[in-house]
C-alpha cells in the first residue's frame, strides 16, 4: 500500500470500436484485470471510450444509448471488486439531452459525473457542452476531458479550487495533436499540478487518435509517455510535494499559484498607470 498523500494511477490506452458496447467494456475489463494486478489506485479509460468515438448524431442510436447504463454498472461492479476507482468515459442521456461525459467512480459506490464544457464544432453538433467545473469528493483530483486542456483558464480555476491532479480522457486526433503535445507540460507548470491524459489510439474510420497518453508531474516532466501502443502503464503520484511546492516549502518551482494575479482590467493605448495594492495589485 502507498503512502498517505501518493496515487498509483494506470493509464490503459486503447482503440474502442464505434458503437460496440460489448466489444468495448471487454477491452477495458481486461485492461481493469491488468491494471489490479500493478495494484493501481485509480485506473484511467480514454474519452467516450464505451460508446466509441462517433461524430454522427445518428450513430448515437437508441440501441446504443439504452447499452450504456448496463455496461457502465458492470465495469464499475469489477472495480469495486477489484478495489479500484476508475475514471472512464461515456455518453450521457439527462433532461432530454445527451452529454459527452467523464465518470470518475470510488471503490464504496459513488461516482462523480462531469460534462465536457469545451468541444469543437463537430461534437457540438451531437452534446450539450456542461456548465460547471468538476472536483473529486476529496477535492485533490479535478476532472477534464480531450479540448479542455487547451484552454489555460479551465485548468488554473480547477487548481486554484485545490486540485493537485488533473484528469483527462481523450480522443483527440493525430491531425492537430501539436496543439496537445504543445500545452500539456505548461498546464502541469503553471499550475504545479500533476496532468494525466489518456488518450485514444489507433483508427477507426476516418479518424486516425493520436495515442501518446501520459502524465506529467508538476515540474512538467513525463512520468509514462505511451505513444501509439495499445495497452497500460502506472505510475505513483506524490500529491503531498504538490502541496510542499505551491506553498515554497519545496522551492524546486516557483509558488505560481500564490503569485497568479486573477483578472484585471484591460487598457488601450495612451493613459496613466493605475495604482494598486502594494503587493501588486490584488
Known amino acids: 500500500m502507498l503512502a498517505p498523500g501518493r496515487l498509483r494511477v494506470t493509464l490503459a490506452q486503447l482503440t474502442a470500436s464505434p458503437a460496440d458496447v460489448r466489444a468495448n467494456l471487454r477491452q477495458m ?28 448524431p445518428a450513430s448515437y442510436s437508441t440501441a446504443v444509448l439504452d447499452e450504456l447504463p448496463g455496461a457502465e454498472s458492470e465495469l464499475e461492479a469489477a472495480a469495486r471488486r477489484q478495489g479500484v476507482r476508475i475514471l472512464y468515459g461515456t455518453a450521457h442521456r439527462a433532461d432530454g439531452r445527451l452529454y459527452n461525459a467523464v465518470v470518475l467512480t470510488e471503490p464504496d459506490g459513488s461516482r462523480t459525473l462531469y460534462a465536457k464544457t469545451h468541444m469543437v464544432e463537430s461534437e457540438r453538433a451531437i452534446f450539450a457542452a456542461g456548465q460547471e467545473l468538476v472536483l473529486a469528493a476529496s477535492g485533490d483530483l479535478a476532472v477534464g ?16 479550487a485545490g486540485a493537485r491532479a488533473l ?49 506529467i508531474d508538476p515540474l512538467g516532466h513525463a512520468l509514462v509517455d505511451m505513444g501509439d501502443a495499445a495497452g497500460i502503464s502506472t505510475a505513483d503520484l506524490d500529491l503531498d510535494w504538490v502541496t510542499r511546492l505551491r506553498s515554497a516549502a519545496d522551492t524546486g518551482t516557483y509558488p505560481l499559484l500564490t503569485d497568479r494575479r486573477q483578472q484585471m482590467p484591460v487598457r488601450r493605448g495612451s493613459g496613466p498607470i493605475r495604482a494598486g495594492a502594494e503587493r501588486g495589485g490584488d
Not at 29 to 54: I, K, N, Q, T, W
Not at 145 to 160: E, G, I, K, Q, R
Open 29 to 56: 475489463l481486461s485492461l481493469l484485470d491488468a491494471a489490479a494486478r500493478d495494484r493501481a489506485d485509480l485506473v484511467c479509460f480514454p474519452e467516450l471510450c464505451l460508446p466509441g468515438y462517433m461524430i454522427d
Open 145 to 160: 476531458c480531450c479540448y479542455d486542456l487547451a484552454f489555460p483558464v479551465f485548468c488554473a480555476n480547477l487548481a486554484d
Open 167 to 215: 484528469f483527462f480522457p481523450m480522443a483527440w486526433e493525430q491531425q492537430r495533436s501539436f496543439v496537445f503535445e504543445g500545452v500539456v507540460a505548461a498546464r502541469a507548470i503553471e499550475n504545479v499540478a500533476y496532468i494525466v491524459c489518456v488518450n485514444q489510439t489507433g483508427t477507426r474510420g476516418m479518424t486516425k487518435f493520436h495515442g501518446g497518453s501520459k502524465i
